[in-house]
Nanobody
């Protein structure tokens, strides 16, 4: 079992940056691919990026490619989401999730979820 806790959300102006962190409990963190999702008010949850268990493979959705960077630090059991050039359209609750399945890059079948952290981008 893995427990996840996001932090780092907040209020930022358009063009600014934020770094989200997702701290994982449990000694099996290295076995999991990790993903970030977001959900804006009135919209479906969006899969935006993920990183393989080894860190060697990464997926980005087109909506964040070139602006967001995912990384992981297995020594700290933490995955990060560096968000640059933020836009009002990035306003959402951001969730991290963990997946043991090979299909982690599809955004489906994630096993464990954090509680989410709010990101608000003002124009």
């Amino acid at each position: 079992q893995v427990q996840l806790a996001e932090s780092g959300g907040g209020l930022v102006q358009a063009g600014g940056s934020l770094r989200l962190s997702c701290a994982a409990s449990g000694r099996t963190f290295r076995s999991y691919a990790m993903g970030w999702f977001r959900q804006a008010p009135g919209k479906e949850r969006e899969f935006i990026t993920a990183i393989s268990s080894s860190g060697g493979r990464i997926y980005y959705a087109d909506s964040v490619k070139g602006r967001f960077t995912i990384s992981r630090d297995s020594a700290k059991n933490t995955v990060y989401l560096q968000m640059n050039s933020l836009e009002p359209e990035d306003t959402a609750v951001y969730y991290c999730a963990a997946d043991l399945d090979p299909g982690w890059a599809s955004g489906r079948g994630y096993d464990y979820w954090g509680q989410g952290t709010q990101v608000t981008v003002t124009s």
